[in-house]
């Protein structure tokens, strides 16, 4: 069964789409969007987080939530115009890709799973709208803009670092191992140490503009490759 | 030499050639199955012995990385002790120990590593329904049921193994295994991977025990709680 019918999808661009005018219009896109993933819980009896179709929606509908959070008071300015785009982008990824119906396997059924995949979900549409604050920072030269995509990285390394604590865990109690040699544990640990390395810069260098600006963008785009690229390119425990 | 391992430009100039290790390795490891196949399934320093040393020209990545994060190590223990010998106010101390309780944390978490690579073990193997197998640390263990439940379809959803653990061949511990769910004793964790019923009714087994867990356990959760009062502590800052 595909994840959402084709006119829940339709209602769900238009309503993403209307976005455009004012931010906080996103709300009922993300009301949508959350009865979705509710509903389609309910249906399998489990967090809809496995696969591409299933996380690509998670996380469109997750940087919709940062989104708005973030740019509440933001009017139709580049916020809207790189973060929508993008939430359609993945949206569309998402329908593209083949659904995985039916109940989680054995190993999949614990709470240290879902808290793992939930956080770093999250984390990712944290890292994402870090990029998009540091693009804003760039291109206007904002002073809070640099400020916000500090603190959106910061908090993203905080639930990164937590889901990797519970990754670890359910790890333990499944593979008798919290550790695995895999090129997605290689790049979780990428992701973990260049936002480490961000961290430093800025909280104990003092670094600050385009500098570090320039180094959450790019952690946007580790990140996306961590989730999307190793899971197509590379065999892992974390095949999608 | 001092100043060298307390230099904030070591610790980043380090995690950038530990990045770029890990890019190489995580293309590596693919690319190289027969190297790095085993590298999961047994203690790392059994490989890195019998394998890893036997392979330089595509092992050399994760002997470089091994160095970085000794490198690394020395720094973030350097650094800690530096800063927490400077002078302290009432005020700026959870602003000034948060960042201290993340290093010990991580350090932890290498120290599990350390001891989970070294010391131990690692058995694996398929075990009939009804036998009875002897375990290092004068262990034994006794698999005495398998149990499988299947859909309205006749697919399975789910399995587990009732099994007994005895030492010095008295009954210690009786217990269910199950994905996500060892049994533990003393230590050693007793795994269920998978089933087969090609010859009967049998089970994949992994009989481990990691000294470092506990130590990871601890790291991830002092890493944690160190990373949650940073950020409010630095919340409303800029």
Redesign the interface.
Known sequence: MPFVSLSMTILLFILYLLAFYRLWLMLPALTLHAVLIVSIAIQYGRIPLIGLHETLGFLAFTIGAVAVISGWKRKRDLFSYITIPFILILLAGSIASPAMPG?L???L??L?FELHVILSFVSYALFSIGAVFGVLSLLYNE?PAE?NQ??SL??G??LF??A??FG???A????????????KE??T??VW??Y??YL??R???GWTGPKVVWMGIIGFVIVMFTYVG?GLL??SSHEF | MRNFFLS?KT??WT??V??CL??I???M??MHRTV?GP??DDLLFHWVKDVASNNVWQTWWFFAALAGLILLTLNTIFCSIQSVRGKWKRSDFLLRISPQVIHVGFLCILL??LL?AGWGY?ISGMMPEGAYAPLPDDLALRLNKIQVQTDELGFM???SAEASLYENNHLVKNGTL?????LFYRGT?I?L?SLNFDRGPAALL?I?K?PG?IW??AG??L??LG??T??AL??GT?
Do not use: Q
């Open positions: 109940a396997p054995p190993v059924k614990t240290w002073a400020n500090y603190r910061l908090l390394y905080v670092s937590t990797m604590v670890g865990i359910w333990y109690f499944a593979w008798g191992t919290y550790w695995l040699w895999t090129p290689l790049w640990t990428i140490f260049y480490s390395l430093h810069a909280l104990v260098r190793v590379m065999k | 904030l610790a980043v995690l950038v530990l990045l890990f890019l390795g995580s293309y490891l693919p790095f590298m999961n599990a590593h989970g690692k959803t789910d399995w199950g994905p996500n769910s060892p964790g795994y991977k992994l481990a990691d867990a990871a356990l991830g959760v890493f944690a990373s949650v940073l950020l630095k919340w800029s």
